[in-house]
């Protein structure tokens, strides 16, 4: 199909096109999947009642506004991805997850102002080169939320303004997770509760976080930049955290294990850098609490530097 208008389909899987080849259409009002298990080139899914690609490949499109998750189970390059809500369907499951997509692969991609109970943005997804920024969830990870043993690569990505109604405002993770992060930007994330730029609850965090910049994020209680529910081995590494703030306890970081990073100008009540965790080879800079350990407070340091006030 190239060039074609389908709008106002039903019935099933792909209820705009199933197994097509389509290039420069557009895809609007259609119900439950607009689009399934296709190779769509330079198309508009926009306005479809339900999952706007599921399956199949998408090159240079704009999926927007749709009532479901934008890309479902596909792959997509150089797509802008922005303002789907994740929701119900007609006809089929009940998905809360992955406003902007959920189980994808994205290189290249733009997610913007999409939203989801848990992943505003992106779902158990691999990302690379991708923007995700002013997406929002109601629970847990505004930007990323990842929850499978499966490993994820999400590498190169920017995250920022972001927010979560919970915790996890860039990237949240849950359970015996191993994903991998490397060379990623958080910047002004907002969570309610945990994490501004980064949390992880449930088992233990097993993957890597290395090479990536934690900036101006903000928690209302604990991790401004990074937050451990229990303490975690040394995943964090390479890193630069800057600037961000908890409105209680690790301004940089709360339980978290890093080696060789840089902890500058954050602040909370308690612990202004750091609150918990074990940290080695790490510079603290600048760092600031209104109550205790304007450095670090509890936790475990080995070869560390700390400069600046330890209390204000």
Known sequence: LI???????HGGGGSGATSCYLTNCMLTGNADFAVANCTLDGCAVTGN??????????NGCLVSG????GIMGAVANNCTISSNTANYYSGYSLSYTGGGASGATLSNCVLYANQATNGGAAYNCSLSYCTLSNNWATACGGGIFVNTSTGFLITDCTLSA?????SGGGFYAANALKPVLLRCIFSGNAATNYGGGFG???GILQGMVGSCVFSNNWAGSKGGGIYFLNPSPTVITNCTILNNSAGSQGGGTYNAGASQCSIMGNQAADGGGAYGGTLTGCNFTSNSATDSGGGILTGTLFYCTQIGRAHV
Do not use: E, P, R
Request: proline share 0%; net charge neutral.
């Open 49 to 58: 009642n339900g999952i706007g690609v599921s399956g199949g490949v998408a």
């Open 3 to 9: 060039g074609c208008t389908l709008s106002g389909n």
């Open 162 to 166: 972001n927010a979560a109604g919970n």
């Open 66 to 69: 749709n009532a479901g998750t």
């Open 200 to 202: 992880s609850s449930g």
